[in-house]
């Protein structure tokens, strides 16, 4: 069993900020800035891949709603990332799909994440071609 369905079925204990019959909230164990929250489906799911509209859609609700209190009772939240990591190329390390709440300070000491502009290898009109979805 994965460490997060451990948390889950009560094996490992955690900090809760959420819970009902699908998802669970908790304190990340290593406090990135002061709230940092984990959201999972109680149901065992890798990555995003993997989700059913219905689980996700309801994780995301949840999300929102954690983030709108955040907004009232965090002392201090300037602003908020929201994070999911996918694979371990994308730096997974816990295979049990979760978003990261990351509430954010002015002087949270978080480095912002960079974006290398990497558009020189990129052939805009042959990508749009290949992925493009029709709504
Ligand atoms: P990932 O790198 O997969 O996106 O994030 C996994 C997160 O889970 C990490 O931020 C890590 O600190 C957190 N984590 C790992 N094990 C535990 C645990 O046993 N309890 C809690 N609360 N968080 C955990
Ligand atoms: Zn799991």
Redesign the pocket.
Known sequence: MC??CK?IQGE?P??KVYEDDKVLA?????Q?TIG?T?VMPKTHHETIFDLDDETISHLYKVVRKISSSYQEKLNGMVGLNL???NKEKA?????HY?V?IIPRYDDDNLKDIEFTNNSKDVDFNELIKTIKING
């Open positions: 460490v997060f948390i490992i955690s900090y908790i304190l990340d164990i290593s990135a940092h984990l994070l999911n990591n730096g997974q390390t816990v295979p979760h990261h």
